[in-house]
């Protein structure tokens, strides 16, 4: 698995389109990245949706099985998996100057004197409001069309090039600006984490399998109201078990569409 990439369903045919792209150094991609990514993929592909995964992550559902999932249940929504938070938590995030570490490993909430720190306000409080999402979601081509005509967004994004405002906070932001309605706030990437507190989900294997594989061969739409399509975080490559026992039950749910 490439460390993020795109992945996007062609009208009518449900096959899957793989865009590869590399990280910026940073250790977590702004919401302009996320954006330009997106835009280059509409200008060279015809889909439906784009799914945005993270590291480590990998398929529980093929993409023609959760295409016709989202079309049968849910069409045209935006799936965006908002966490809790307070709103002075993410305003805070948005308003606070970040800085990059030396070796660009991560960032750092800069320190000023009380008198000599900067005053950076969200300028565009009043038709924003901050929330923080996970960084998996699924968006249409409406959207992303949106995104790139809108003057609001437009100078939203500009600000998150300059503010290291990260892509869970963005796309999140926007929709709840431009699309209420349309959004479905569900979890369908499986995580696991050791305690509230932890900051990273633990790393999954074979031997927690049973946590997100279903290990059923009724894949019925009724049946998968509260399935993965996703989980994180995993070694798929030096764990193949895990690996054999995922691919088989994908394949058994790509059968039942038949």
């Known amino acids: ?42 200008d060279i592909a015809d889909w439906d949706y784009v799914v945005n995964l993270s590291a480590n992550d990998y398929t529980l559902r093929s993409p023609k099985f959760v295409y016709k999932y989202l079309q049968t249940t849910n069409p045209k929504k935006l799936w965006i998996n908002f966490l809790k938070e307070t709103r002075e938590e993410k305003l805070k995030r948005l308003e606070s100057p970040y ?27 009043n038709d924003f409001f ?8 699924i968006l ?12 609001k967004v437009l100078l939203f994004l500009a600000w998150t090039e300059h503010t290291w405002v990260s892509d869970e906070f963005f796309f999140g932001m926007v929709a709840l600006y431009s699309h209420p309605d349309k959004i479905i706030n569900d979890n369908k990437r499986f995580i696991n984490f050791k305690d509230k507190t932890e900051k990273h989900p633990i790393w999954l294997n074979y031997n927690t399998s049973s946590l997100f594989l279903k290990k059923t061969t009724n894949f019925t739409k009724d049946n998968n109201q509260n399935n993965f399509f996703w989980f994180r975080k995993v070694k798929i490559s030096q764990d193949i078990d895990l690996k054999n026992a995922v691919d088989l039950e994908r394949n058994l749910a790509d059968l039942s569409l038949t």
Request: contains cysteine; aromatic residues 16%.
């Open 99 to 125: 800085l990059m570490l030396p070796n660009k490993s991560g960032l750092k909430e800069e320190k000023f004197d009380i008198f000599l720190k900067p005053k950076r306000n969200f300028f565009l409080k």
């Open 1 to 42: 698995m490439v460390d993020s990439f795109f992945l996007s369903w062609k009208r009518r045919s449900g096959k899957c389109w793989r865009q590869g792209r590399g990280r910026d150094g940073s250790w977590e991609e702004k919401g302009d990245d996320r954006a330009l990514g997106f835009f280059e993929l509409a």
């Open 140 to 151: 249409t081509k409406e959207f992303i069309d949106f995104i790139r005509t809108d003057q």
């Open 130 to 137: 901050p929330v923080k999402h996970s960084q998996w979601m």
